[in-house]
T-cell receptor, first 106, second 116 residues
Framework: KNEVEQSPQNLTAQEGEFITINCSYS?????LHWLQQHPGGGIVSLFM???GKKKHGRLIATINIQEKHSSLHITASHPRDSAVYIC????????FGPGTRLSVLP | DTEVTQTPKHLVMGMTNKKSLKCEQH?????MYWYKQKAKKPPELMFV???????INESVPSRFSPECPNSSLLNLHLHALQPEDSALYLC???????????????FGDGTRLSIL
């Protein structure tokens, strides 16, 4: 069974800081999904990647298949980035990480 | 605005009630998912439908009964629920089943369910 871990669990940053959230998994996967969940509950898909790097606005996601590791970076963080960030590993089944709770202070 | 619509947004029911949660998408997606999410925990997969057929049932108690009447609709019928079933119930869809191809899932805003 795939185990998915995220670090840190909680993160508080000042507006403008560069943020990195890490995700690691234990068995091979076909793709990794980064999701954002705001306090209201709705989940937004940020990236789905199986290799390399993807960028959208201030968000960058990378994955290293050999090391079974992915990172989500947020440049020039803003209070509206405050949310829970979840990585989900897609392989034989879907396994969600525990989430990283990010608070960006003005 | 989400492309996956869930109704109702909130539901309060007693343990003897029967109610249904509804999920609708018009993106032509052929895989649809139900998740349960407790506070401060990640979503847990409950059911997956692929081409209107139940593909995955993650050992969910029979008091939860899914139904996929057509490719755009997914229901979750609830009966004799327990207080511990109070949670956020999320629906998602993807073009095809994720184990077949790398299709991102699109999530609804969820139904917040409280069992009295």
């Amino acid at each position: 069974k795939n185990e998915v871990e995220q670090s840190p669990q909680n993160l508080t940053a000042q507006e403008g800081e560069f943020i990195t959230i890490n995700c690691s998994y234990s068995v091979g996967i076909s793709a990794l999904h980064w999701l954002q969940q705001h306090p209201g509950g709705g989940i937004v898909s940020l990236f789905m990647l199986s290799s390399g790097k993807k960028k959208h606005g201030r968000l960058i996601a990378t994955i290293n298949i050999q090391e079974k590791h992915s990172s989500l970076h947020i440049t020039a963080s803003h209070p509206r980035d405050s949310a829970v960030y979840i990585c989900a590993a897609y392989g034989q089944n879907f396994v969600f990480g525990p989430g990283t709770r990010l608070s960006v202070l003005p | 605005d989400t492309e996956v619509t869930q109704t109702p947004k909130h539901l309060v029911m007693g343990m003897t009630n029967k109610k249904s949660l509804k999920c609708e998408q018009h993106m032509g997606h052929r895989a649809m998912y139900w998740y349960k999410q407790k506070a401060k925990k990640p979503p847990e997969l409950m059911f997956v439908y692929s081409y209107e057929k139940l593909s995955i049932n993650e050992s969910v108690p029979s008091r939860f009964s899914p139904e996929c009447p057509n490719s755009s609709l997914l229901n979750l019928h609830l009966h004799a629920l327990q207080p511990e079933d109070s949670a956020l119930y999320l629906c998602a869809s993807s073009q095809t089943l994720n184990t077949d191809s790398n299709q991102p899932q699109h999530f609804g805003d969820g139904t917040r369910l409280s069992i009295l």
